[in-house]
């Protein structure tokens, strides 16, 4: 059994602890797990499987109703805890598709949203009263501009991309800085675009659109991952103390 199975176990037993004592317990996790326990084997193992966890059900509550000492109740609670996970571990090691089956009705939690861009506001904030911009903000220059100009062999072999660029906050930065720098040269009428394309677009391009180690490069051109590549690791700075 993989560490993933295992963690998935860990999160199943630990959310189904903490609402067991609600009404989430009626609603979804008695059937859930005496389904899943049970593996479709047969009628009689369904029902112990449901006697079984009432009686673990009616401990765990009789312990939280009952808890005037809170370390003895919390240690109780873990005790229960790790007893259902126990029982759902064994159900994985020994039924091929019960992993599938544990995910489908508990899917994992989904990631947080990271910040889409450096500069998401619309051009009237960026320059207030200046010269009016042609794009409204970045997503209207890469929608109507970047992504109908550039054209590349997306093969995730020389070039890559990926449809969901705001979910990526390095990508966001860039395709702003773009954008920006695309509206102030576009009005030098010599040499701006000149300029944006082999100072500005080219670099970013290139960084943005390496297969191997740009911003997307855990995705490709028919959609986003759902595990991205996570921040820089970095420690609080704290100045030595004199």
């Not at 009626?26 to 009686?55: N, V, Y």
């Not at 040269?185 to 970013?204: C, K, N, S």
């Amino acid at each position: 059994m993989n560490s993933s199975a295992i963690e998935h176990a860990q999160r199943v037993a630990a959310q189904v602890t903490a609402e067991a004592a609600g009404e989430e317990w009626k609603r979804h996790h008695h059937m859930t797990l005496t389904f899943f326990l049970a593996g479709a084997r047969s009628s009689h193992e369904e029902d112990h499987h449901a006697r079984q966890l009432d009686d673990w059900r009616k401990r765990l509550v009789d312990c939280l109703e009952a808890g005037a000492y809170a370390k003895v109740t919390d240690a109780k609670v873990a005790e229960l805890q790790e007893q259902l996970q126990g029982w759902i571990l064994w159900e994985l090691r020994y039924r091929d598709n019960a992993l599938d089956s544990l995910v489908k009705a508990y899917p994992p939690p989904k990631p947080p949203r990271e910040p889409r861009s450096l500069f998401p506001m619309p051009a009237a904030e960026v320059h207030g009263d200046q010269a009016e911009f042609y794009f409204a903000d970045v997503f209207d220059f890469v929608t109507g501009y970047l992504a109908r100009t550039i054209r590349r062999p997306l093969d995730g072999t020389s070039a890559t991309w990926c449809p969901r660029w705001w979910d990526h906050p390095e990508a966001g930065a860039r395709l702003s800085a773009l954008w920006l720098a695309w509206e102030q040269l576009r009005l030098e009428p010599m040499l701006g675009m000149t300029t944006w394309w082999i100072q500005h677009a080219d670099p970013h391009l290139r960084v943005l659109m390496d297969p191997k180690q740009g911003p997307f490069a855990a995705c490709s051109p028919e959609g986003h991952t759902q595990t991205p590549f996570g921040p820089l690791p970095n420690d609080p700075y704290e100045p030595a103390q004199g």
